[in-house]
C-alpha cells in the first residue's frame, strides 16, 4: 500500500527557495513514477515535475523550468522538489502522487496517478 506524506510548505516572501518533500511509506517506491502537483483556488490542479524510475528521468511544466528541480532518494523513499526563485504565482496547494504501477511517460494528467498525498500549502508573498 503507497502512502504518501508532504511536508515542507510554507509562507515565504518571493524570491526565495523552499523544498518539499514527499516520504512514501509503500513497498515499491524504487519502481514507480512520482509527480508535484499544485492546485491553487479555483483552478485545476496542474502537474508542476515528475521523476521517473530513473531519477535522470524528469519533466517540468514551461511554469516552472529552470526554477524547481525534482529529485528522489530511494533509500529513504523520498521525493523532493526543491523550489527557487519563488514568485506569487507559485502559491498554492502542493499535491505529491505515485505512479503505481508507473504507466506512459510522461505521467502529465491527474488521471496518470494512482496514490496521492494530502497535500502542503505554499504561500509566496510579493
Known amino acids: 500500500q503507497v502512502q504518501l506524506v508532504e511536508s515542507g510548505g510554507g509562507l515565504v516572501q518571493a524570491g526565495v527557495s523552499l523544498t518539499l518533500s514527499c516520504t512514501d511509506s509503500g513497498r515499491t517506491f524504487s519502481g514507480n513514477n512520482y509527480g508535484w502537483f499544485r492546485q491553487a483556488p479555483g483552478k485545476e490542479r496542474e502537474l508542476v515535475a515528475a521523476i521517473g524510475r530513473v531519477r535522470t528521468l524528469t519533466y517540468y511544466a514551461d511554469s516552472v523550468k529552470g526554477r524547481f528541480t525534482i529529485s528522489r532518494d530511494n533509500a529513504k523513499n523520498t521525493v523532493y522538489l526543491q523550489m527557487n526563485s519563488l514568485k506569487p504565482e507559485d502559491t498554492a496547494v502542493y499535491y505529491c502522487?505515485?505512479?503505481?504501477?508507473?504507466?506512459?511517460?510522461?505521467?502529465?494528467?491527474?488521471?496518470?496517478?494512482?496514490?496521492w498525498g494530502q497535500g502542503t500549502q505554499v504561500t509566496v508573498s510579493s
Open positions: 502522487a505515485a505512479d503505481q504501477p508507473p504507466g506512459r511517460w510522461p505521467p502529465t494528467s491527474v488521471r496518470d496517478y494512482d496514490y
